[in-house]
């Protein structure tokens, strides 16, 4: 009875150290984790220092600067209406991304499937954020206190563990920016750029501070007419009659892009546009600059490069 009494204590005692020894691992295994706290529109979370698993929930404001900084994401959601599915970023850089859903309507269940251990979204998501953070830590950024694609690219870089990269490819940035300044010379100092956006009957136009192709502009040096230069409203619905006083050297129209126009230009049959110096001179180009980062800023640099020093 004695040797059957002892057995049995030391097996239990055996099994309880096994247990205990198992906790240990475990925790172990979840301090290997690095992680770091981020300040983000709902306050603060606690994320991996490197996630591996990211999901993104909006395209040219977030996903751009996480495809620009090297990162391939694990699920992404897209955009709805008429145009780019993607805006700003080139097909070949999202094929074969798992969809979950557009950025209105997130598909909890397929973000679920995909297993995150990081969601980058805006404060647009908020009422799902209670529901995203219970998949993976979670971070919501509001777009309007951080407009400047530079400063986005920079805060999603300490997210995924990528500063010195944002540092490489926002030196890469000024460098072409250089370059194009070094191009126009003279013409930096005097030509006049105009951008407006189509809507029906109307136009659109942007606060410079609040477009990458305003950031851009500003720069390069390249000025805008003063009703644009002096807008305060990030965005202003205006009638067609306002068009003469965004006049300027060279026009460059973003098209309509809740509308598949077959032709997009229509409105240069409109009396009114015939007016416009750029008109009369031939400087009126359409553009795609639907766009929110980095990779989207190299499109718009592209076509300063095509329209104003190459003439094309």
Same mark, same amino acid.
């Given at each position: 009875?004695?040797?059957?009494?002892?057995?049995?204590?030391?097996?239990?005692?055996?099994?309880? *150290? =096994?247990?205990?020894?198992?906790?240990?691992?475990?925790? +172990?295994?979840?301090?290997? #984790?690095? @992680? &770091?706290?981020?300040?983000?529109?709902?306050?603060?979370?606690?994320?991996?220092?490197?996630?591996?698993?990211?999901?993104?929930?909006?395209?040219?404001?977030?996903?751009?600067?996480?495809?620009?900084?090297?990162?391939?994401?694990?699920?992404?959601?897209?955009?709805?209406?008429?145009?780019?599915?993607?805006?700003?970023?080139?097909?070949?850089?999202?094929?074969?991304?798992?969809?979950?859903?557009?950025?209105?309507?997130?598909?909890?269940?397929?973000?679920?499937?995909?297993?995150?251990?990081?969601?980058?979204?805006?404060?647009?998501?908020?009422?799902?954020?209670?529901?995203?953070?219970?998949?993976?830590?979670?971070?919501?950024?509001?777009?309007?206190?951080?407009?400047?694609?530079?400063?986005? *690219? =920079?805060?999603?870089?300490?997210?995924?563990?990528?500063? +010195?990269?944002?540092?490489? #490819?926002? @030196? &890469?940035?000024?460098?072409?920016?250089?370059?194009?300044?070094?191009?126009?010379?003279?013409?930096?100092?005097?030509?006049?750029?105009?951008?407006?956006?189509?809507?029906?009957?109307?136009?659109?136009?942007?606060?410079?501070?609040?477009?990458?192709?305003?950031?851009?502009?500003?720069?390069?040096?390249?000025?805008?007419?003063?009703?644009?230069?002096?807008?305060?409203?990030?965005?202003?619905?205006?009638?067609?009659?306002?068009?003469?006083?965004?006049?300027?050297?060279?026009?460059?129209?973003?098209?309509?892009?809740?509308?598949?126009?077959?032709?997009?230009?229509?409105?240069?049959?409109?009396?009114?546009?015939?007016?416009?110096?750029?008109?009369?001179?031939?400087?009126?180009?359409?553009?795609?600059?639907?766009?929110?980062?980095?990779?989207?800023?190299?499109?718009?640099?592209?076509?300063?490069?095509?329209?104003?020093?190459?003439?094309?």
């Amino acid at each position: 009875m004695l040797i059957v009494t002892v057995l049995a204590i030391t097996a239990c005692h055996s099994n309880t *150290l =096994q247990l205990k020894h198992n906790q240990i691992s475990l925790t +172990d295994a979840r301090s290997l #984790i690095e @992680t &770091q706290i981020v300040t983000h529109a709902l306050g603060k979370a606690k994320i991996p220092v490197k996630p591996q698993r990211t999901i993104v929930l909006h395209d040219m404001l977030i996903l751009d600067s996480v495809l620009a900084l090297g990162v391939k994401p694990v699920g992404v959601t897209y955009w709805p209406l008429a145009g780019e599915r993607f805006r700003g970023i080139p097909k070949d850089l999202v094929a074969n991304i798992p969809e979950v859903g557009s950025i209105s309507q997130p598909s909890l269940e397929k973000i679920v499937s995909l297993k995150p251990d990081l969601i980058l979204g805006t404060q647009y998501q908020k009422n799902y954020y209670r529901l995203l953070s219970a998949i993976a830590p979670t971070v919501l950024i509001d777009i309007h206190k951080m407009d400047d694609f530079k400063e986005m *690219l =920079q805060y999603i870089s300490q997210i995924l563990g990528k500063r +010195d990269y944002a540092e490489v #490819i926002l @030196t &890469q940035y000024q460098q072409r920016i250089q370059q194009l300044q070094q191009q126009l010379r003279k013409n930096l100092k005097t030509i006049t750029i105009s951008v407006v956006a189509l809507a029906g009957q109307n136009i659109y136009t942007y606060s410079p501070d609040s477009t990458v192709d305003g950031q851009i502009f500003r720069d390069i040096g390249l000025r805008r007419p003063l009703i644009q230069e002096n807008q305060k409203e990030g965005s202003l619905l205006s009638s067609i009659e306002v068009l003469p006083e965004h006049d300027a050297d060279v026009l460059f129209v973003i098209a309509d892009w809740t509308k598949a126009s077959p032709e997009p230009l229509y409105f240069l049959k409109k009396p009114i546009w015939s007016q416009l110096k750029a008109v009369q001179n031939n400087q009126v180009y359409e553009v795609n600059w639907n766009v929110g980062g980095l990779l989207g800023a190299n499109r718009i640099i592209d076509d300063l490069f095509k329209y104003l020093v190459n003439g094309a």
